[in-house]
């Protein structure tokens, strides 16, 4: 399974960016599809997760009302429509795949992990 994240870049307080996750290879099944980030010097986070029919999800506190987790099974496509961005939202976002149906914050319960990309919100 390989995911390839992009739609990063840089924003402006207050602004929208949408990042988008990408599945090839055996991208089957009813897998939770998760984001996490990490900013520099700092641990990586959770940040989202979805079940697969998009039934179920699960934010982190601090992007609760502001970012919003969705996926298109027939594209194997996971999005991340961020909203309302602040500048502690700067990090390198990654995209992961759940061993799981169930949605987790827990990054040991996901095995796969895209390369990341790179958001950045100035003041």
Same mark, same amino acid.
């Given at each position: 399974? !390989?995911? !390839?994240? @992009?739609?990063? &870049?840089?924003? #402006?307080?207050?602004?929208?960016? =949408?990042?988008? *996750?990408?599945? $090839?290879?055996? $991208?089957? &099944?009813a897998? /939770?599809? &998760?984001?996490?980030? #990490?900013?520099?010097?700092?641990? =990586?986070?959770? /940040? ?13 506190? $601090? %992007?609760? &009302? =502001? ?12 999005? +991340? ?5 602040? %500048?502690?939202?700067?990090? %390198?976002?990654y *995209? ?8 987790? @914050?827990?990054s =040991?319960? @996901?095995? @796969?992990?895209?390369?990341?990309? +790179?958001?950045?919100?100035?003041s």
């Amino acid at each position: 399974v !390989q995911l !390839q994240a @992009y739609g990063g &870049g840089l924003a #402006q307080a207050g602004g929208s960016l =949408r990042l988008s *996750c990408a599945a $090839s290879g055996r $991208s089957g &099944g009813a897998h /939770v599809m &998760g984001w996490f980030r #990490q900013a520099p010097g700092k641990e =990586r986070q959770f /940040v989202a997760a979805i079940n697969w029919s998009g039934s179920s999800s699960d934010y982190s506190n $601090s %992007v609760k &009302g =502001r970012f919003t987790i969705s996926r298109d099974n027939a594209e194997n496509t996971v999005y +991340l429509q961020m909203n309302s961005l602040k %500048v502690e939202d700067t990090a %390198v976002y990654y *995209c992961a795949r759940s061993k799981y149906s169930l949605v987790s @914050y827990d990054s =040991r319960d @996901y095995d @796969y992990w895209g390369q990341g990309t +790179l958001v950045t919100v100035s003041s």
